[in-house]
């Protein structure tokens, strides 16, 4: 499944057809979405029953853990219901939120079936950057705060019609958990960057007005499900994590939101205990905890951008490298040892000729995306055919 493809909603509802026991109530479905790094805005992996052709990158990941999530909810409250029904109420949903009300995007779904509205859409509300420059500095593109999608959405099932009250007050709640949990230690730039990515994640109160204050405590212990109180103790144990063994304000700060939240100390320190290790587990699969130079984080985003280019354009390059006999020699011979500059010129302007028959790699065709080109000549040996490489190593 491609969730950058068309067409990805009904290929997961054909998918999951004959998976629908995979979660047995909604507390499964939070714990499994927790393990893969969703609830903490972090995505690493995807339920297994979805088949992957091609690596996907983090906002892939996220679409398609925010549809599974609101899926299996809809589920769990609607019971034997088919896909097509719940895509129906899953945009009346958004609707409701007023997700749909900018004008631009109304034009582009005038007139098209319900599910590829609803991918547009899923795909408006994945967080990414609006600037390529900053989003190639940014290492984690996706929307931090996207679980509240879910809880609104069981919220909306279950008969609560002033739904965008709600998810700003769902948001209130967390941004404000987060910035008084951090406010409770000595803050470290792991930290602000966790701070910068739920501010960024914000959608339904204003990110540029101050929220912040103490009357956060008080919303705390009004009528809130379990659910949501479990995800915003989890927020807060996530605020703290990196610590490993947290000192005695930050333990009667997480100890009494918890106790405002309605659970006991035992529950509470399973939920300091989850998010210690899932970081332990994955830190070194989770991009702004690596920290590194500027140079090697362009690189590496712009490596995961190309990518993500050439798998998906993989039959069509396979296609036109076909017709280039010279250019498959070259790129062969570029995989054990250095092309001269004369052989580097042929190449480049022999890959910028195919880029220009392939609308989506038009970005090695702008100005400055000969820069590029060394990391696509990297890959696609390792992406392509193994005939094409005669003299790679498995």
């Not at 990515?197 to 109160?205: G, V």
């Not at 092309?339 to 190449?347: A, G, H, N, Q």
């Not at 028959?357 to 590029?372: D, E, H, Q, R």
């Amino acid at each position: 499944m491609n969730p950058s493809a068309a067409g990805w909603i009904d290929k997961f509802g054909y998918l999951v057809r004959d998976h629908h026991q995979y979660f047995t109530s909604f507390e499964t479905l939070y714990a499994q979405l927790k393990s893969a790094g969703f609830v903490y805005g972090i995505n690493l992996n995807v339920p297994d029953f979805i088949p992957i052709e091609h690596s996907l990158s983090e906002d892939e990941k996220a679409k398609i853990n925010l549809l599974a999530g609101l899926y299996f909810t809809h589920r769990f409250t609607y019971g034997e219901s088919d896909f097509e029904t719940f895509v129906k109420h899953l945009l009346k949903f958004y609707q409701a939120l007023g997700i749909l009300k900018i004008s631009f995007i109304n034009r582009i779904l005038t007139g098209k079936k319900t599910s590829a509205k609803l991918e547009m859409l899923i795909n408006s509300r994945i967080y990414l950057e609006d600037n390529f420059i900053s989003k190639t500095f940014n290492s984690s593109i996706t929307n931090s705060l996207l679980f509240i999608d879910v809880l609104n959405f069981k919220r909306y099932l279950e008969g609560e019609r002033k739904i965008k009250e709600v998810a700003q007050r769902l948001e209130y709640i967390t941004i404000n958990i987060t910035y008084h949990t951090l406010n409770s230690k000595e803050k470290n730039k792991t930290d602000e960057k966790l701070a910068q990515l739920f501010a960024s994640s914000l959608t339904f109160i204003d990110s540029e007005k101050k929220h912040f204050d103490g009357s956060y405590r008080n919303q705390l212990m009004q009528l809130h499900s379990v659910n949501e109180n479990r995800y915003f103790l989890d927020v807060a144990c996530l605020t703290v994590w990196e610590d490993h063994s947290l000192d005695y304000t930050e333990s009667e700060f997480i100890f009494g939101i918890g106790k405002d939240l309605g659970f006991d100390k035992k529950q509470i320190a399973k939920s300091l205990s989850d998010v210690t290790l899932f970081f332990k587990v994955n830190a070194t699969r989770i991009p702004y905890l690596k920290n590194p130079n500027l140079a090697v984080l362009f690189y590496d985003s712009m490596a995961r951008i190309v990518n993500k280019l050439i798998l998906r354009n993989s039959k069509r390059l396979q296609k036109e490298l076909s017709e280039s006999k010279e250019l498959v020699t070259l790129l062969s011979r570029s995989t054990v040892r250095d092309l001269t500059p004369e052989e580097k010129k042929k190449v480049q302007d022999q890959l910028l000729d195919i880029f220009k028959s392939i609308p989506s790699l038009a970005i090695f065709i702008l100005p400055g995306g000969a820069v590029l080109l060394p990391i696509f000549i990297k890959l696609i040996p390792k992406l392509l055919p193994s005939s094409f490489d005669e003299n790679r190593v498995e």
